[in-house]
C-alpha cells in the first residue's frame, strides 16, 4: 500500500498488476497529481480504488484488461482533466461515469469493444477538448450527445460501425476543428449536419459508402477534406462553392461512373 504524502506522480507502467486493491492509495491527504497505470494486466477496479486521489489530474490506465469500470470509480476525483481509458475491453460504460468530473478536457477510449454512446455520457463535461473513440463499434452518434461539450475541437471516431450522420448532429460543436469519420460505414449525411462547423480545418470522411458529397458550403475555413475510397456518381463545382480555404482535396478511388 501507498502513502507518500509528497508523491505528485507515480508511474507503474509495463507491469504485470493485475488488481487494484480498494486501499492501494490509502491516504487521506494524498496530493498526487498524475497516475500512469498503463500497459499492465489489471482486469478490475473497485468503486474505492481512487477515492482518496482528489487532487489528480492525468490518469493513465490504457493497455489493461478492463470489460467494464464501476459507476463511481471517478467520483472523487474533481480535479481529473485527462484520462486514458484505450485497448481494453470496455463495452458500456455508465452515463453517470463522468458526473463528478466537469473538469475534464481530454478523453482517450479508442480500442475498446464500445457498441453506443449514450445521448447523455458527456453531460458534465463543459470543458471537453478532445474525444477519441476510433477502433470500436458504435454504430449511431445520438442527436445530443454534444449538447453539452460547447468547446470541443477534435472528435476521432475511426473504424467504427457508424451508418449515418444525422441532421443536426454537430449542432453544439460550434468550435470542432478536427473531424475524423473515416473507415466507417456510413451511406447518409443529413443536409444540415454540418451546418455550424464554421471552425472546421480537417475533415475525413474516406473509406465510407457515400455515393455524394455531404453539404460543406458553411465549412468556410475548412483547409483538408478527405473523401477518398467512397462511391461519387456525380460531382460538380456546387459542391465546394465557398471553400475557399480549401487546400487539399482527396478524392482517389471514390468514382464509379462519374459525371462531372
Given at each position: 500500500?501507498?502513502s507518500?504524502l509528497?508523491?505528485?506522480?507515480?508511474?507503474?507502467?509495463n507491469?504485470?498488476?493485475?488488481?487494484?486493491?480498494?486501499?492501494?492509495?490509502?491516504?487521506?491527504?494524498?496530493?498526487l497529481?498524475?497516475?500512469?497505470?498503463?500497459?499492465?494486466?489489471?482486469?478490475?477496479?473497485?468503486?474505492?480504488?481512487f477515492?482518496k486521489?482528489?487532487?489528480?489530474?492525468?490518469?493513465?490506465?490504457?493497455?489493461?484488461?478492463l470489460?467494464?469500470l464501476?459507476?463511481?470509480?471517478?467520483?472523487?476525483?474533481?480535479r481529473?482533466?485527462?484520462?486514458?481509458l484505450?485497448?481494453?475491453?470496455?463495452?458500456i460504460?455508465?452515463?453517470d461515469?463522468?458526473?463528478?468530473?466537469?473538469r475534464?478536457?481530454?478523453?482517450f477510449?479508442?480500442?475498446?469493444?464500445l457498441?453506443?454512446?449514450?445521448?447523455?455520457?458527456?453531460k458534465?463535461?463543459?470543458?471537453?477538448r478532445?474525444?477519441?473513440?476510433?477502433?470500436n463499434?458504435?454504430?449511431?452518434?445520438?442527436l445530443?450527445?454534444?449538447?453539452?461539450?460547447p468547446?470541443?475541437?477534435?472528435f476521432?471516431a475511426?473504424r467504427?460501425?457508424?451508418?449515418?450522420?444525422?441532421?443536426?448532429?454537430?449542432?453544439f460543436?460550434?468550435?470542432?476543428?478536427?473531424?475524423?469519420?473515416s473507415y466507417?460505414?456510413i451511406?447518409?449525411i443529413?443536409?444540415?449536419?454540418?451546418?455550424?462547423?464554421?471552425?472546421?480545418?480537417?475533415?475525413?470522411?474516406?473509406?465510407?459508402?457515400?455515393q455524394e458529397?455531404?453539404?460543406?458550403?458553411?465549412?468556410?475555413?475548412?483547409?483538408m477534406?478527405?473523401?477518398?475510397?467512397?462511391?461519387?456518381s456525380s460531382?460538380?463545382?456546387?459542391?465546394?462553392?465557398?471553400?475557399?480555404?480549401?487546400?487539399?482535396?482527396?478524392?482517389?478511388y471514390?468514382m464509379s461512373?462519374?459525371?462531372?
Amino acid at each position: 500500500m501507498i502513502s507518500f504524502l509528497i508523491l505528485e506522480r507515480i508511474i507503474i507502467v509495463n507491469n504485470m498488476l493485475v488488481e487494484l486493491h480498494e486501499n492501494m492509495f490509502k491516504s487521506g491527504k494524498m496530493f498526487l497529481k498524475i497516475l500512469f497505470l498503463s500497459e499492465n494486466s489489471i482486469s478490475s477496479v473497485k468503486n474505492e480504488t481512487f477515492g482518496k486521489l482528489k487532487y489528480l489530474k492525468h490518469l493513465d490506465l490504457a493497455g489493461n484488461n478492463l470489460v467494464a469500470l464501476p459507476v463511481n470509480i471517478f467520483k472523487y476525483m474533481q480535479r481529473l482533466q485527462v484520462i486514458d481509458l484505450s485497448r481494453q475491453y470496455i463495452k458500456i460504460l455508465s452515463v453517470d461515469l463522468f458526473a463528478s468530473n466537469s473538469r475534464i478536457e481530454v478523453i482517450f477510449l479508442q480500442y475498446n469493444e464500445l457498441t453506443s454512446l449514450s445521448k447523455t455520457f458527456l453531460k458534465s463535461l463543459n470543458k471537453l477538448r478532445f474525444l477519441q473513440v476510433q477502433n470500436n463499434l458504435i454504430s449511431e452518434l445520438p442527436l445530443e450527445l454534444f449538447a453539452s461539450t460547447p468547446v470541443l475541437t477534435t472528435f476521432l471516431a475511426k473504424r467504427n460501425t457508424l451508418s449515418r450522420v444525422v441532421e443536426h448532429a454537430f449542432y453544439f460543436t460550434t468550435k470542432l476543428k478536427f473531424l475524423d469519420l473515416s473507415y466507417n460505414c456510413i451511406r447518409l449525411i443529413a443536409e444540415d449536419a454540418f451546418v455550424r462547423l464554421v471552425r472546421l480545418d480537417v475533415l475525413l470522411l474516406s473509406h465510407n459508402l457515400l455515393q455524394e458529397v455531404p453539404t460543406l458550403s458553411f465549412c468556410k475555413n475548412l483547409r483538408m477534406f478527405h473523401f477518398n475510397n467512397n462511391y461519387l456518381s456525380s460531382l460538380t463545382s456546387y459542391n465546394f462553392e465557398g471553400l475557399i480555404n480549401l487546400q487539399i482535396l482527396n478524392l482517389k478511388y471514390s468514382m464509379s461512373i462519374l459525371t462531372i
